[in-house]
Each structure stands twice: as C-alpha cells, then as structure tokens.
C-alpha cells in the first residue's frame, strides 16, 4: 500500500485541531488534518453564551481575524463563577468583554480561515491506529492509505483514539451530576428562563432559529447511552408538569461533570492537544479556549522541531505550560459544580461566595483566570511580564503608528526594542525573529496586576507570551534567544 508522507498528521479537525493546523502552516510545515465529519457543521450547538473569552479573542486578534468572530457575535459579560457574573470591564485589553457565539459558527469561521491558509483536511475519515519509531509514526486511517508523519497530534475530542492507543492515563472524577440537553420543536410556549428546583438548574432558551434549546438536571447520572424524545418528554413533565408538546428534535445529548486529565500531553512522536487533554464540565465555558490555546502553544514549537531549529526538549515546555492551565481549569469547574447544588447549605455558601467575588480584588484574579487573560508561564524570577501575555500596544514607529498584535499575524517571534536605537543586538537570531524599534509612552498594565514598570525590550513568542523583558541591559537575553528559538548564527 502507498504511504503518503507529512511533517505533522492531526487526528481531528475541531477547534483545536484546526488552530493547529493553522500555525503550522504559518509556520511553513506541510501538515494535513483527519476528520470524519464530512462538513465543518456541528451536531447541537454547544458554546453558546460562553462563546469566546477575552483571551481567545486576543489570540485570534494576535492572527488578524478577531473582526470575522466580533462581526457575527455580540460582546457580553460571559464570565461568570457559581451564578456571580465578574465584569472584567474595566481590565487593560482591546477586548475586555467576551463574545456570544455559538461553537458551530466559530468553527465555521474557523474552517473558512484554515481553507484559505491552504491547510488540507481529509475529510469522511478517521484515525484508526498507529504505531511509532524513532523517526516517525505510521497512521492507519479509515478509508484510505496509511499516512507517514513525524509527528501525530490527537485534538481527537474527550474520547481520543490517540490517547488511548498511546496508552495515555486519563486520572480524573467521575461524574456526579447528569444534564440531558436538546433542540427541538415545541407546539405550547414552553417556559422560558431557569427554574430551580430539588434536582437544580434546568433551562430552556429561545435559539436563533426560534426553536427551544433545553437543558435539564437529570435524576440520576444513570447510564451513559443516548437519550430520546421520550426521555426529554419524560424529564420534562417530571420537572415542569408539562412538556410542552416536544417534537421534531435537531440534537438530544447528554453531559456530565466528569472530569479528567491526561498524565502526560506527549509520548515520543504523539501528543494531545484540546479536549483529547482534558475533559471537565463545560460550566464557565473554557473547554473551547484552552484547547485553541494548547494549538497556540504548541503550534511554533511542534515546527521548529520539525524544521530542526530547535531540539525535541522544546516540546516539553508545552506540557509544563500547559497542563497547569487545564489543571486549574479543572478545579474551577469542580468548584462550580459543587456550588450549585440545590441544598439550602450550599446556597448560603454560593452567597459568600458571590459577597467576595463583589470585592474588586478577588473578582479581578478569578476573571483574570477564567478570561485566559491572566495565564502565567513559570519562565522564572523577574518582571511580572516574563512568561505572561504581551499587551497590543498602540506603537509608535518610524514608519508610523503600529499595533503589537499587527506584529504577530504571521505567527514568527518578535523583538521589540523600545529603548535607545540600536541597544541590543539580536542580529545573530536575525533569521528567525524580527526586531522592531518603536516607542510607547503610556501606562504599562496587566489584568489583575495593575501598572507594572515600562521595559526597554521585550521578546515575545509566536504564541503572544513574553519570553525575555529588558531593563535597560541585555543581560539574560542570548539564553532566552536560544532556549526558545535555537542557537545564533554568524552574521
Ligand atoms: C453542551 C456543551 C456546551 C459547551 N459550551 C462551551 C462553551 O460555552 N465554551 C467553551 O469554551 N466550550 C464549551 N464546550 C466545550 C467545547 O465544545 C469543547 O471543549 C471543544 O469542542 C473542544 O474542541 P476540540 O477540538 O479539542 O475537540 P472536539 O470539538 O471534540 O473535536 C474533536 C474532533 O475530532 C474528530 N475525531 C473524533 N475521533 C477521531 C478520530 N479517530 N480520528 C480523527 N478525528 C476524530 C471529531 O469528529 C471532532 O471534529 C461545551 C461542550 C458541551 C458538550
């Protein structure tokens, strides 16, 4: 059987696996993606109200195409812990709001965007197996020949053939509550809102379409098969004493709080990426971002050790940045799921809950976690701005006014020199970053943090994380050059 051969093989073209997609061809890898959905069209609507935080927002921003996702939605407050909304208004971004979307339109979009990079995605086909060598990995995929890569990422979904195949641990909880969620036709006016009872939250919201989108409490977890109409008409009568005449169903599903991370996010040749990672409640709306924001992360790395500009140990800095971030994750939606229980005690716990969340403070550092926008990477002692993400400053240039996200639209590293012209010398790394001179006169400030001292220069990462600040000497700043983006060269 023929084999075709690609740097990077994805198994999945959901969010993730199509964010991936999208920075390794910036990055100049041939990679081609794996999906079985024949069209980008998702069953159910999913992200809804959660949409896109401030963080995805920006890292979309970061690549020019924030304006297709802001045009379609509408900006909002998402964030929210228990029922306390936290109004990150006031923090310092372009974005400081989310944006209501659902997830079948951001992956529309999405595809529209990996379309025109000219990322191929093999479509009506899945990942089947593999095995891997030294050099490689063999795919086996349905419907076709067998595919030889150097590296497979599965951004596979929750139920990941690539985690399980690569025997990867997925240590976790088991679910504890059941939701049953639905889109249907109803012949009575069903009542809109939420109504709170001894099970505890159920909704039924208007969809665009006009149709009632449905999501009940479920008696038991019970089993894990498919739920019917029966069941949904079932549920409802139990809960509203009515189940106001459901018909014509788009999607019945279910979820469930189980919650669950990978050990390990790479073994030799395969990694994870996106919800094959971790699986958590989608309570607070993060699953989408973290796994666009794992793609993000890895993307750059994964093609400079393709391309041989860096050694394999780079990967490993994607699971010690990110795993930590899905961990927290985690714990918030485990946290949320325990205050919503309907009992009377933990009510008065939700109550001083939503009481601190009022005080600035401790709102800023929750909505800071829950936006994305307050990720920290442990880079090490020093500036508050090393290894967190680097603020879209209004520049100014010689050339005129410049925007630093404007910088990392094509997804390659940037120096940014804003002391005197000609401090620093980066020209031997010249091939691979780009410098840039520029002044910026305003108040430096991070969410949560506040005003933090104005650097001289900073090195920032394809992925928008500050990786160096200089304080008026270059002092660290061949070691950052290196570690991140490989070894000088002769100039
Ligand atoms: C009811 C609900 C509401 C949600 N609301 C929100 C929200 O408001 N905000 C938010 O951020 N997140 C939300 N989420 C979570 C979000 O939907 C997921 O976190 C997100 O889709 C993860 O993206 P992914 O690309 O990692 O995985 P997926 O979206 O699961 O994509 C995986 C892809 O892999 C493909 N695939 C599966 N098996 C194979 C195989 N063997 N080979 C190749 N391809 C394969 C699938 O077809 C799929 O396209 C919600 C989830 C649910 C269920």
């Not at 933990?346 to 005080?359: C, N, P, Q, S, W």
Request: glycine share 12%.
């Amino acid at each position: 059987m023929p084999t075709t051969e690609h740097a990077v093989v994805i198994a999945g073209g959901g969010p993730t696996g199509m964010m991936l997609a999208a920075e390794l061809t910036l990055a100049g890898v041939d990679v081609v993606v794996i999906e079985p959905r024949e069209t980008q069209e998702l069953e159910g609507s999913r992200s809804g109200s959660g949409g896109l935080h401030a963080r995805t927002i920006e890292v979309f921003d970061q690549r020019g195409i924030a304006e297709r996702f802001l045009s379609e939605g509408y900006e909002a407050q998402v964030v929210a812990f228990g029922g306390t909304r936290l109004d990150i208004g006031d923090f310092p971004t372009r974005h400081p709001y989310g944006l209501a979307l659902w997830q079948k339109h951001i992956e529309r979009i999405m595809a529209g965007w990996v379309g025109e990079l000219g990322v191929s995605i093999l479509r009506g086909r899945k990942v089947t197996g593999f095995g891997q060598d030294d050099a490689g990995v063999d795919v086996r995929v349905s419907n076709g020949d067998p595919l030889r890569a150097r590296y497979l990422v599965g951004c596979d979904g929750g139920r990941s053939l690539v985690r399980k195949t690569a025997g990867i641990a997925f240590p976790g909880w088991d679910p504890t509550i059941s939701w049953l969620i639905a889109e249907v036709e109803t012949s009575e006016e069903p009542e809109w809102g939420f109504r709170h009872d001894a099970l505890g939250t159920h909704a039924i919201g208007k969809k665009e379409d006009g149709r009632a989108g449905i999501v009940l409490t479920e008696r038991e977890v019970g089993d894990s098969g498919e739920r019917t109409l029966e069941d949904l008409s079932e549920a409802l009568v139990g809960i509203y004493g009515t189940d106001f005449g459901v018909h014509d169903p788009t999607w019945i599903s279910r979820f469930t709080d189980v919650t669950r991370q990978a050990e390990q996010y790479r073994v030799g040749r395969v990694l994870l990426a996106g919800d094959a990672a971790h699986i958590h409640p989608p309570i607070g709306g993060q699953g989408l971002q973290i796994g666009v924001q794992d793609a993000v992360n890895l993307g750059w790395k994964l093609a400079q050790v393709v391309k041989g500009v860096s050694p394999e140990s780079l990967l490993d800095t994607y699971q010690a940045e990110r795993h930590p971030v899905a961990a927290r994750v985690l714990k918030n939606t485990m946290a949320q799921v325990a205050l919503r229980r309907p009992d009377d005690r933990t009510k008065a716990l939700e109550d001083y809950v939503a009481g601190f969340l009022g005080a600035d403070e401790p709102r800023k550092r929750l909505a800071a976690e829950m936006s994305g926008l307050g990720v920290h990477y442990d880079l090490g002692e020093g500036h508050p701005l090393l290894g967190r993400r680097m603020p879209d400053l209004d520049l100014v240039t010689t050339d005129g006014p410049l925007r630093v996200f404007t910088l990392l639209h094509d997804a390659r590293p940037v120096f940014l020199d804003l002391g005197e012209p000609g401090g620093f010398d980066v020209a031997p790394w010249a091939d691979r970053v780009r410098a840039i001179e520029a002044t910026y006169d305003a108040t430096w400030e991070l969410p949560a943090i506040g005003e933090v001292s104005a650097p001289s220069a900073v090195l920032i990462r394809p992925d928008g994380y500050v990786a160096w600040v200089g304080e008026q000497t270059q002092v660290g700043l061949a070691e950052a050059l290196t570690t991140w983006f490989g070894p000088a060269r002769d100039v």
